[in-house]
């Protein structure tokens, strides 16, 4: 089945405490996302990817960190949370934009608590 | 950058009526414009969209229309059923930022039985 997976679907952790969550997609997707979803603000990107190797700040970098040594992998660390990086993140892939392909895949999210 | 806002927030509409969202976008260049379904505890799905060389675009029960001179764009929900419950959101992308897509703020939409 053609998926994306995340996990863990939830985290609880507490400042300064370094974490990361992992995504996976099985789809041979050149293009890789993250996003966090916040009440009333929609999904803002954090971080993106093109390919591996090949990664690139998107509207809400700060305080996040990214890699992309594999195609299907596409971790988020947190070096150092913050209270205000609690919210529900979702990893997304799809392939490069050419020829009208623009659906975008979405895993199932990761809900974060940092305390 | 591209800004997208999204209208109304929340909207309930009893079965077997219709219900609209409605996005305004900010940039002239965006062209790519997918509506996204977010179900109870899932990931956000595309279920539609509509790209700045078509002004409307139908699928079954949900239809998109695309104003390019006014930059706003709607989603048309007919004969809502219960399942249509859940977030919307629109979002605007152009070739030119590559995948990027820029959000609207979502639609909670609650169908009454």
């Known amino acids: 089945e053609a998926q994306v997976t995340q996990n863990p679907r939830y985290l609880i952790t507490v400042t300064g405490k370094k974490l990361t969550v992992t995504c996976s997609q099985n789809?041979?997707?050149?293009?890789m996302s993250w996003y966090r979803q916040d009440p009333g603000l929609g999904l803002r990107q954090i971080y993106y990817?093109?390919?591996?190797?090949?990664?690139d700040k998107g509207d809400v970098p700060e305080g996040y960190k990214v890699s992309r040594k594999e195609k299907r992998n596409f971790p988020l660390i947190l070096e150092s949370p913050s209270p205000n990086q609690t919210s529900l993140y979702f990893c997304?892939?799809?392939?490069?934009?050419?020829?009208?392909?623009?659906?975008?895949?979405f895993g199932p999210g990761t809900r974060l608590t940092v305390l | 950058g591209e800004n997208v806002e999204q209208h109304p927030s929340t909207l309930s509409v009893q079965e077997g009526d219709s219900a609209v969202i409605k996005c305004t976008y900010s940039?002239?260049?965006?062209?790519?414009f997918p509506w996204y379904k977010q179900e109870l505890g899932k990931g956000p799905q595309l279920i539609i969209d509509?790209?700045?060389?078509?002004g409307e675009k139908k699928d079954q029960r949900i239809a998109v229309t695309l104003n390019k001179t006014a930059k706003h764009f709607s989603l048309h929900i007919t004969e809502t059923q219960p399942e249509d419950s859940a977030v919307y959101f629109c979002?605007?992308?152009?070739?030119?930022?590559?995948?990027?897509?820029?959000f609207g703020g979502g639609t909670r939409v609650l169908v009454k039985p």
């Open positions: 997304a892939s799809s392939p490069l934009p050419t020829a009208g392909r623009n659906e975008q895949f």
């Open positions: 789809m041979n997707h050149e293009y």
């Open positions: 990817s093109m390919n591996v190797e090949v990664t």
């Open positions: 940039d002239s260049a965006s062209n790519y």
């Open positions: 509509i790209r700045s060389n078509v």
């Open positions: 979002a605007a992308s152009q070739r030119a930022a590559g995948n990027k897509l820029t």
